[in-house]
């Protein structure tokens, strides 16, 4: 069962342009959302991470907007660059679990020049 | 950063050999390491997790007697494949982390059995 469903599969970008991705999840035990990028043949790199005591967390182009009450969070990459085309994760995960965490799906961002 | 090193990055061999990939934590102590799978153009699966000095806890489904998990330093954890077939073949990650830290993960092992 998949606890954090991540929309959508894919996504096509023009440079200069606004990527976002949106992540829902269930257990309210979910305490720490973290977002990660992976490039091809390399493991993710947490990219910005928010707690659900806060709203919206920015980190340079990278935006993450988090709705408590809906249970769902966005990230929000402004002025997206080609160099910006990689797969993002979103992931959540609660301290009563061990702190595994549990990842959407995936998108893949294509960023055109 | 956290830097985790995963070694090796790249491994090919035989049906019914026996492959171990090494994960180290290279500036930081991971109390618990975690060992991923991922399939091409999918998520992450998580295998497992590994405090140190205590057995690995598996995810369902996960064969604990053929993924064999070994964590017995702050710094490093082991992941043996054994009797690996070729749907083991897989790109496998690993993770460290500090309590409730963020996890750092390493760069993958691609495992190819023929």
């Known amino acids: 069962q998949q606890q954090v469903k991540q929309s959508p599969q894919s996504l096509i970008v023009q440079k200069g342009g606004i990527s976002i991705i949106n992540c829902a999840y269930e257990n309210t035990a979910f305490d720490y959302f973290p977002w990660y990028q992976q490039f091809p043949g390399k493991g993710p790199a947490l990219l910005i991470a928010i707690r659900p005591d806060v709203s919206e967390k920015k980190e340079g182009r990278f935006t993450i907007s988090f709705n408590k009450s809906a249970k769902q969070f966005s990230l929000h990459i402004m002025d997206s660059q080609p160099g910006d085309s990689a797969t993002y994760f979103c992931a959540a995960r609660g301290s009563n679990s061990g702190y595994a965490l549990n990842f959407g799906k995936g998108t893949s961002l294509l960023v055109t020049p | 950063g956290a830097v985790v090193s995963q070694h090796p990055s790249w491994v090919i061999c035989k049906s019914g050999t026996s492959v171990k990939i090494e994960c180290r934590s290279l500036?930081?102590?991971?109390?618990?390491m975690f060992w991923y799978r991922q399939f091409p153009k999918q998520s992450l699966m998580l295998m497992a997790t590994s405090n140190e000095g205590s057995k690995a806890t598996y995810e369902q489904g996960v064969e604990k007697d053929k993924f064999l998990i070994n964590h017995a330093s702050l710094t490093l954890s082991t992941l043996t494949v054994t009797s690996a077939h070729p749907e083991d073949s897989s790109f496998y990650i690993c993770s460290a982390s500090t309590g409730s830290q963020p996890q750092h993960f390493g760069d993958g092992t691609r495992l190819s059995i023929l």
């Open positions: 500036d930081f102590q991971a109390t618990t």
